[in-house]
């Protein structure tokens, strides 16, 4: 992974946008949606820009840019005509440990802009690691139309209730089970019954774990596609050995990792609600299965 994905907090962020044609006024579209601190540099500008000037979002320089400009910046955005500017600029802010971007020259840039999909809260990067931006925005259009723009006053209702989920439920278990069954009975509406879901939320919060078994010789990448949602609904993974980096791709990046316990443990675990994935070798799953009838055995083509 040559680009790592990162979401940087822009309260208090200051950012340098060198340019104002056409590109620049792609990048500022998007900057101008945050919460950054905008100096533009550019010795002519668009209506665009202008417009957001004169809207109080930006501070604009009407002058060639100085290599002096190149400091005392959090990120740069490069986005003149002229490349062998662009290069020298990059340059120096990268002497100064600046990050910068320079656009559609990705051998100069020390980070990329993914190509985004905006719902408020629920923000979605796709990147190709500057390979095909054209493909990314093709991705992007797919998820536009999948993720509703109600999601946004959703999350935002969600947001403002946290806080009392959270006193009234003293564990993790039973917040994890309240909000999972109050999207599923709201979905990813937001409308007249979003908060009557949300209080009948509240109500018969006790359920089973959940207890799913693997071969540690079952190739991940085989499973059926319905396991991929149970893998990412775990709270523990316990094994005999190290698992693989395959199988650590599908599962629950948090979720808690450990040896594999006792039986008495792991009923224990199951009665608490606990979601968990067991992989040992073909003698132990067998015995697990003896033991716990009601656990998933997760094989190719079936679970």
């Known amino acids: 992974m040559q680009y790592f994905p990162l979401f940087i907090d822009t309260v208090n962020l200051t950012v340098l946008l060198v340019g104002a044609g056409d590109v620049a006024s792609r990048k500022l579209a998007l900057l101008s949606r945050t919460e950054a601190n905008i100096h533009v540099i550019a010795p002519k500008v668009n209506a665009e820009v202008q417009d957001y000037v004169q809207k109080g979002r930006i501070v604009l320089s009407q002058r060639e840019v100085l290599p002096s400009d190149m400091q005392n910046y959090d990120l740069i955005y490069l986005a003149t005509a002229n490349e ?34 905006d719902r408020g809260r629920l923000v979605v990067a796709i ?4 390979a095909a931006p054209v493909f990314a925005r093709t991705i992007r259009s797919r998820l536009e139309t999948s993720l509703p723009p109600s999601l946004t006053p959703l999350l935002d209702f969600v947001a403002g209730r946290r806080a009392q989920v959270q006193q009234r ?16 009975s709201n979905g990813d509406r937001f409308d ?18 959940e207890m799913l078994l693997l071969t540690d010789s079952t190739p991940p990448q085989l499973l059926p596609c319905a396991a991929m949602p149970l893998l990412q609904r775990l709270d523990w993974i316990y094994s005999q050995e190290t698992i693989s980096e395959a199988l650590t791709e599908m ?9 594999l316990p006792a039986l008495s443990e792991l009923s224990q675990a199951y009665e608490q609600g606990i979601r968990m994935l067991l992989v040992a070798d ?22």
């Open 84 to 117: 062998a500017l662009n290069a020298e600029l990059a340059s120096l802010a990268a002497d100064r440990g600046i990050w910068v971007n320079v656009v559609d020259n990705p051998e100069y840039c020390r980070f990329i802009t993914p190509s985004i999909v």
């Open 127 to 130: 990147s190709t690691a500057g």
């Open 169 to 184: 439920l003293t564990t993790g278990t039973q917040r994890r089970l309240f909000w999972e069954r109050f999207f599923a």
């Open 192 to 209: 007249s019954r979003t908060e009557e879901h949300y209080r009948n939320a509240f109500n018969h919060l006790t359920a089973k774990g």
């Open 251 to 259: 599962v629950r990046r948090d979720a808690n990792r450990a040896k």
């Open 282 to 303: 073909e003698a132990t799953i067998a015995r697990l299965k003896a033991h716990f009838p009601m656990a998933k055995h997760l094989r190719p083509g079936a679970i």
